[in-house]
């Protein structure tokens, strides 16, 4: 079982921005893509953003395509979210993961999951 910790969740207005961090085991970190997801109340968690191993390719949904950024940093273990012009549709809890980088526009791929970090962004 994969150990996910999300932080940075935040309750920002429109137009502000917030970066999101996502950390879990070294060994299981360097092995994997890494994507982040989300999901609103009452929606299916939908997936947001990837990366590659050594960060040589990212894909983005087309909600979030030029206002958010995948990073990660494998010497310290973490892949951060960057989102910029947050708006209020953006509102919802935001998960990461970790696999292969062609599995993970599906958020049903995996089994196990943390517990997220909010992010609300009012009008």
């Known amino acids: 079982q994969v150990t996910l910790t999300e932080s940075g969740g935040a309750v920002v207005r429109a137009g502000m921005g917030a970066r999101l961090s996502c950390r879990t085991r070294p060994r299981t970190f360097l092995r994997n893509a890494v994507g982040w997801y989300r999901q609103a109340p009452g929606k299916e968690r939908e997936f947001v953003a990837g990366?590659?191993?050594?960060?040589?390719?990212?894909k983005y949904s087309t909600s979030v395509r030029g206002r958010f950024t995948i990073t990660r940093d494998n010497a310290r273990d973490t892949a951060d979210l960057e989102m910029n012009n947050l708006r209020p549709e953006d509102t919802a809890v935001y998960f990461c993961n970790v696999g292969a980088y062609a599995d993970l526009t599906n958020p049903k791929t995996f089994t196990s999951w943390g517990q997220g970090t909010q992010v609300t962004v009012s009008s």
């Open positions: 990366i590659t191993r050594y960060s040589e390719d990212t």
